[in-house]
C-alpha cells in the first residue's frame, strides 16, 4: 500500500505544474510549484513543520507545550495543524490588516488567535514581539520566531529546493518569488546555486516594501506603498534571508497582480491568492527579459478562498481603484 503516516507526512512533495498561456506568450517554461496542495494549504507548512521539529530536537518544547508565533496567518495555519497531530497547543499573535478568513480558520483548527493593531516592527508591541514576550513568560512554551528562526529557510533547502532541482531535471534557469520572512526564497536559492551557480534568482516585492531597494542600492529604504498582498513584503532584512545568493529584484504593482490572479482563474481554472499573483507576474518579467526558450521556476503560495471578500470582489478593488479584466 502506498500511504502517508501522518500530517507532517503529507508535506511538501506538490507537483510543479506548467502555466500554459504565460509560457506560450513567453515562449519559457513558467512553472509554478504547487504549494497550495500542502496539507494545510499553503507554502508555510513547510517551515511550521521545521520549526516545530526543530524546537522539539532542541529540548526547548516539551510533551504538552505550546508553540506561540507572530504571523500574517499561513504560519500560524501551519502551525495549528502540526501542534495538534503532536499533542501541543497554539497561541497565534495576528496584525489586525489581514483578511479576515485566517482568523476564522486558526480558530477552527482550535489556536487561541489574538489580533493586535498593526504598528511597525520598531513598535515594542509589534505582533511578532508580542509573540516572543509572551512565550518566555509561559513554561514549556516556545516562540517558534519565523523571521530569524534558520529552521524555516532550512526546510525549503532541504525540500522546496531539491523537489524543483529534480522535478525540472536541473534544467532551470531562473527562480522567482516573494519573500515574507524570506525563508522560500533563502531556502531555494541556497540549494539550486549549490547546483547549479547560474541559476539566476530573483527576489519578487510588492509596493510598500524594503526589500526591491535593499536588492538593487543595498539599502532598506521602504518603497512607496500600500500594496493589497498579504504575507509578503518586509520593512527589514530578517535572519533567514540575509546572505542569501539573490541576482535581482522586480517590483510588481497590485493592478499587475489583480489582472494575473482574475486571468489565470478564468482562463486556466486556477484560483491563487495575491502573493501568487505576484509571483506569477514576476516569473513573467523574468522570462521576458531571458527570451524565449527558458524555464523559470514560481511558488503557487495558496489558494484565492482566503482572500475571495478582498482578492475577487469589485467592490473592495475598485474601492483601491483596482480593476478587474
Ligand atoms: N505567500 C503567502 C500567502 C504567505 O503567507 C507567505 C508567508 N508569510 C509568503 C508568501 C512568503 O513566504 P516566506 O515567509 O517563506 O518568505
Redesign the pocket.
Known amino acids: 500500500m502506498q500511504v502517508l503516516d501522518s500530517f507532517a507526512d503529507a508535506v511538501g512533495n506538490t507537483p510543479l505544474i506548467r502555466l500554459n498561456r504565460l509560457s506560450e506568450e513567453t515562449g519559457c517554461e513558467i512553472l509554478g510549484k504547487a504549494e497550495f496542495l500542502n496539507p494545510g494549504g499553503?507554502?508555510?507548512d513547510r517551515?511550521a513543520l521545521w520549526m516545530v521539529q526543530g524546537h522539539e530536537r532542541s529540548g526547548a518544547l516539551q510533551p504538552g507545550g505550546i508553540v506561540v508565533e507572530g504571523?500574517?496567518?499561513?504560519?500560524g495555519i501551519g502551525l495549528a495543524h502540526v501542534c495538534n497531530a503532536r499533542g501541543y497547543s497554539t497561541v497565534i499573535y495576528m496584525p489586525d490588516n489581514q483578511s479576515p478568513a485566517k482568523v476564522e480558520i486558526l480558530q477552527a483548527l482550535g489556536a487561541d488567535v489574538r489580533v493586535v493593531p498593526t504598528v511597525p516592527y520598531a513598535n515594542p508591541d509589534n505582533y511578532q514581539k508580542q509573540a516572543g514576550r509572551y512565550a518566555d513568560s509561559l513554561p514549556n512554551a516556545v516562540w517558534a520566531n519565523?523571521f530569524d528562526n534558520l529552521a524555516?529557510r532550512l526546510a525549503?533547502y532541504e525540500s522546496t529546493g531539491p523537489e524543483i532541482w529534480q522535478q525540472t531535471n536541473g534544467k532551470i534557469d531562473a527562480f522567482t518569488?516573494?519573500?515574507?520572512?524570506?525563508?522560500?526564497?533563502a531556502g531555494v536559492s541556497r540549494y539550486l546555486k549549490e547546483q547549479k551557480a547560474e541559476v539566476e534568482i530573483i527576489l519578487a516585492d510588492p509596493m510598500g516594501s524594503a526589500l526591491y531597494n535593499w536588492v538593487t542600492t543595498g539599502d532598506a529604504t521602504m518603497t512607496p506603498g500600500p500594496s493589497m498582498t498579504?504575507?509578503?513584503g518586509n520593512s527589514r532584512v530578517t535572519d533567514?534571508l540575509d546572505g542569501t545568493p539573490i541576482d535581482g529584484a522586480v517590483q510588481i504593482a497590485d493592478q499587475a497582480m489583480v489582472t494575473q490572479v482574475h486571468r489565470l482563474l478564468k482562463e486556466e481554472g486556477w484560483f491563487f491568492?495575491?502573493?501568487?499573483g505576484i509571483n506569477v507576474c514576476a516569473a513573467v518579467e523574468v522570462a521576458q527579459r531571458l527570451g524565449p526558450g527558458h524555464v523559470v521556476a514560481t511558488?503557487l503560495?495558496?489558494g484565492g478562498s482566503k482572500y475571495q471578500s478582498q482578492l475577487f470582489n469589485k467592490d473592495y478593488l475598485k474601492e483601491r481603484n483596482l480593476v478587474t479584466p
Open positions: 499553503s507554502v508555510k517551515a504571523t500574517a496567518g499561513n504560519t519565523q524555516n525549503h518569488c516573494a519573500t515574507g520572512t524570506g525563508g522560500t526564497l498579504e504575507g509578503i533567514n491568492g495575491s502573493s501568487t511558488i503560495c495558496d
